[in-house]
C-alpha cells in the first residue's frame, strides 16, 4: 500500500497532509479539488515493471504500491479492474488509424468503471472507521457503491435523479442501499447528499470531490498502459461527465512517469454529449472555470451540468495536448449499434460516447493513419435497455409456423 505524501490542490497549489483535510482545499472550496501524491522516488526501489511481471493479482489491486489505502484488510474480494483490452482491426481499417484499442469497463462487478472508485472509496471508509458511506450519482456510481459497501458490510445512502435508469435503481435495491430518489437533476441530488453527508457525518464517495476516487480510477489508464507493454497509445478517447474518470486517466499517466514506466503522456480527448457539455464549452473558449448548464442528453451516465472535477478534466486535456468534442444524442445511439457490431462490446449510452466522439473525430480526418488509439467503454449496455431500444428496429413478432415465417424473412 502506498502511503500519501501530501494531497495537493489542483487551482492554488497548497499541500496538505493526508488527515489535514478530508475532501477539497480548504482555499479554494468545492472547486478546488485535490491531488494525491506520493513518494515516487521511494516507491520506484521496489515497485518496478518486472515486479508487475510477476503478479498473479489480475485485478486493479496488482498497483497497490501506487493506491492509497492503509490497511489491506480493507480491501473487499470482488474482483475489480483488469479488464480487456481489445485490438480491434476492423475499427482500425475502417477510420483509418495504425490501431484501435477497445477498453471494456463494462465488465466490472456492478458492470462499470465506477467499480474502480467504489474499491477505493470503500477500504478508505474502513480506514477512517466509519460504518455508513454516501453518496450521489447519476446512477453507476451509485449502484457501483452500493455493491461495495454490501459485501464490505457499511451501510449506504444513495441519491440519484428520479430519472435515473431503471436497472441501475434495481441494482441499488439489491444490494440493499437506502435510495433516495430526488425529484431534481443530478446537481439536485449532488447538493441533497452533501447536506445530509454533514449533518449525519457519514463518509462521502462523491467523486468530484473525494480526491481518493479518482485514485482508483486511474487503474483504467494504469491498465492500458501495462496491456501495451508500457507504449502509452497516442490518443485515448472517454466520456466526460462530472470529469473524474479523464482525471484518473491523466493521473494515471502522470504516476507512472513519475515511476519512470512510459515516457510520454498520451492526448487525452474528452468527449461530452452535446446538450450537458460544459466543460467541452470552457475548454474551446479558453474559459479560466466551467459555467454550468442544465443538461438534456439521453446519455444519463454524463448528464451532468454542474461538473465538480471540472479543473482536473481541463488540466487533463490541456496538458496532455489533447481535445475535446461533443456529440448528439442520435450519434450516441448509433455508436451504440456500430460498436457492439464490430466489436461485440455493448456500452450504455455514456458507455459508447468516447467511441462516438473518436468516430467524429476520424472523419474529420483528425486522427493520423500512424496513431494508436485507445477508446474507453466506461458502463455496460445492460444498463440502460429503454436506450438500446431506442437505437434499433423491432424483431419480427410471427406465429410458430414455417410458412408464415418464410413469408417474414428474406435470406
Ligand atoms: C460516470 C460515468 C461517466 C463519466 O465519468 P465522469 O467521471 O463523471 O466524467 C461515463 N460513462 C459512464 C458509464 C459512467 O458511469
Ligand atoms: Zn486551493
Same mark, same amino acid.
Given at each position: 500500500?502506498?502511503?500519501?505524501?501530501?494531497? @495537493?490542490?489542483?487551482? =492554488? *497549489?497548497?499541500?496538505?497532509?493526508?488527515?489535514?483535510?478530508?475532501?477539497? =482545499?480548504?482555499?479554494?472550496?468545492?472547486?478546488?479539488?485535490?491531488?494525491?501524491?506520493?513518494?515516487?522516488?521511494?516507491?520506484?526501489?521496489?515497485?518496478?515493471?518486472?515486479?508487475?511481471?510477476?503478479?498473479?493479482?489480475?485485478?486493479?489491486?496488482?498497483?497497490?504500491?501506487?493506491?492509497?489505502?492503509?490497511?489491506?484488510?480493507?480491501?473487499?474480494?470482488?474482483?475489480?479492474?483488469?479488464?480487456?483490452?481489445? /485490438?480491434? *482491426?476492423?475499427?482500425?481499417?475502417?477510420?483509418?488509424?495504425?490501431?484501435?484499442?477497445?477498453?471494456?469497463?463494462?465488465?466490472?462487478?456492478?458492470?462499470?468503471?465506477?467499480?474502480?472508485?467504489?474499491?477505493?472509496?470503500?477500504?478508505?471508509?474502513? /480506514?477512517?472507521? $466509519?460504518?455508513?458511506?454516501? =453518496?450521489?450519482?447519476?446512477?453507476?456510481?451509485?449502484?457501483?457503491?452500493?455493491?461495495?459497501?454490501?459485501?464490505?458490510?457499511?451501510?449506504?445512502?444513495?441519491?440519484?435523479?428520479?430519472?435515473?435508469?431503471?436497472?441501475?435503481?434495481?441494482?441499488?435495491?439489491?444490494? *440493499?442501499?437506502?435510495?433516495?430518489?430526488?425529484?431534481?437533476?443530478?446537481?439536485?441530488?449532488?447538493?441533497?447528499?452533501?447536506?445530509?453527508?454533514?449533518?449525519?457525518?457519514?463518509?462521502?464517495?462523491?467523486?468530484?470531490?473525494?480526491?481518493?476516487?479518482?485514485?482508483?480510477? @486511474?487503474?483504467?489508464?494504469?491498465?492500458?498502459?501495462?496491456?501495451? !507493454?508500457?507504449?502509452? &497509445?497516442?490518443?485515448?478517447?472517454?466520456?466526460?461527465?462530472?470529469?473524474?474518470?479523464?482525471?484518473?486517466?491523466?493521473?494515471?499517466?502522470?504516476?507512472?512517469?513519475?515511476?519512470?514506466?512510459?515516457?510520454?503522456? &498520451? $492526448?487525452?480527448? %474528452?468527449?461530452?454529449?452535446?446538450?450537458?457539455? &460544459?466543460?467541452?464549452?470552457?475548454?474551446?473558449?479558453?474559459?479560466? @472555470?466551467?459555467?454550468?448548464?442544465?443538461?438534456?442528453?439521453?446519455?444519463?451516465?454524463?448528464?451532468? !451540468?454542474? &461538473?465538480?472535477?471540472?479543473?482536473?478534466?481541463?488540466?487533463?486535456?490541456?496538458?496532455?495536448?489533447?481535445?475535446?468534442?461533443?456529440?448528439?444524442?442520435?450519434?450516441?445511439?448509433?455508436?451504440?449499434?456500430?460498436?457492439?457490431?464490430?466489436?461485440?462490446?455493448? %456500452?450504455?449510452?455514456? *458507455?459508447?460516447?468516447?467511441?462516438? %466522439?473518436?468516430?467524429?473525430?476520424?472523419?474529420?480526418?483528425?486522427?493520423?493513419?500512424?496513431?494508436?488509439?485507445?477508446?474507453?467503454?466506461? !458502463?455496460? !449496455?445492460? $444498463?440502460?435497455?429503454?436506450?438500446?431500444?431506442?437505437?434499433?428496429? @423491432?424483431?419480427?413478432?410471427?406465429?410458430?409456423?414455417?410458412?408464415?415465417?418464410?413469408?417474414?424473412? =428474406?435470406?
Amino acid at each position: 500500500m502506498a502511503r500519501v505524501l501530501m494531497l @495537493k490542490c489542483v487551482l =492554488c *497549489g497548497r499541500t496538505y497532509r493526508e488527515r489535514e483535510v478530508d475532501y477539497t =482545499c480548504p482555499h479554494c472550496g468545492m472547486d478546488g479539488t485535490l491531488d494525491v501524491l506520493y513518494d515516487y522516488d521511494e516507491i520506484k526501489k521496489h515497485f518496478t515493471r518486472e515486479c508487475l511481471e510477476k503478479s498473479r493479482d489480475f485485478t486493479q489491486w496488482r498497483y497497490r504500491d501506487i493506491l492509497p489505502v492503509n490497511d489491506e484488510t480493507n480491501i473487499q474480494p470482488l474482483e475489480v479492474g483488469f479488464t480487456p483490452l481489445y /485490438d480491434s *482491426g476492423v475499427l482500425a481499417r475502417e477510420y483509418g488509424a495504425k490501431k484501435v484499442y477497445i477498453k471494456d469497463d463494462g465488465r466490472n462487478p456492478t458492470a462499470s468503471l465506477k467499480d474502480r472508485a467504489s474499491a477505493v472509496g470503500v477500504a478508505r471508509a474502513l /480506514d477512517y472507521g $466509519k460504518n455508513t458511506i454516501a =453518496c450521489s450519482s447519476t446512477g453507476n456510481a451509485a449502484s457501483s457503491m452500493a455493491g461495495f459497501a454490501a459485501v464490505a458490510g457499511l451501510k449506504s445512502f444513495i441519491f440519484v435523479p428520479e430519472s435515473a435508469p431503471e436497472a441501475k435503481v434495481a441494482q441499488l435495491l439489491i444490494y *440493499g442501499a437506502t435510495v433516495v430518489l430526488v425529484k431534481g437533476n443530478y446537481e439536485d441530488a449532488f447538493n441533497l447528499s452533501t447536506a445530509a453527508i454533514y449533518k449525519f457525518g457519514w463518509y462521502n464517495r462523491n467523486c468530484g470531490i473525494n480526491p481518493y476516487l479518482v485514485e482508483g480510477k @486511474k487503474t483504467c489508464g494504469l491498465e492500458i498502459a501495462e496491456q501495451l !507493454g508500457w507504449e502509452a &497509445p497516442d490518443r485515448i478517447f472517454i466520456a466526460v461527465g462530472d470529469g473524474c474518470c479523464i482525471s484518473g486517466l491523466y493521473k494515471a499517466f502522470y504516476d507512472l512517469k513519475a515511476l519512470g514506466f512510459i515516457d510520454r503522456m &498520451p $492526448k487525452l480527448v %474528452g468527449v461530452q454529449a452535446a446538450g450537458s457539455s &460544459p466543460i467541452y464549452h470552457a475548454f474551446k473558449y479558453h474559459l479560466p @472555470k466551467v459555467e454550468f448548464v442544465k443538461p438534456d442528453t439521453l446519455a444519463d451516465s454524463i448528464a451532468v !451540468g454542474a &461538473p465538480r472535477n471540472w479543473a482536473k478534466a481541463l488540466r487533463a486535456v490541456r496538458q496532455t495536448a489533447g481535445d475535446m468534442v461533443t456529440v448528439t444524442d442520435e450519434e450516441i445511439l448509433e455508436a451504440m449499434k456500430e460498436l457492439a457490431r464490430k466489436t461485440g462490446v455493448f %456500452g450504455e449510452p455514456a *458507455g459508447v460516447t468516447g467511441f462516438a %466522439g473518436f468516430k467524429k473525430m476520424a472523419k474529420e480526418r483528425y486522427i493520423g493513419m500512424d496513431e494508436r488509439i485507445a477508446i474507453v467503454v466506461t !458502463g455496460n !449496455g445492460l $444498463k440502460d435497455i429503454a436506450s438500446a431500444r431506442k437505437a434499433v428496429a @423491432k424483431p419480427i413478432l410471427v406465429e410458430p409456423d414455417i410458412n408464415e415465417l418464410l413469408k417474414r424473412i =428474406c435470406c
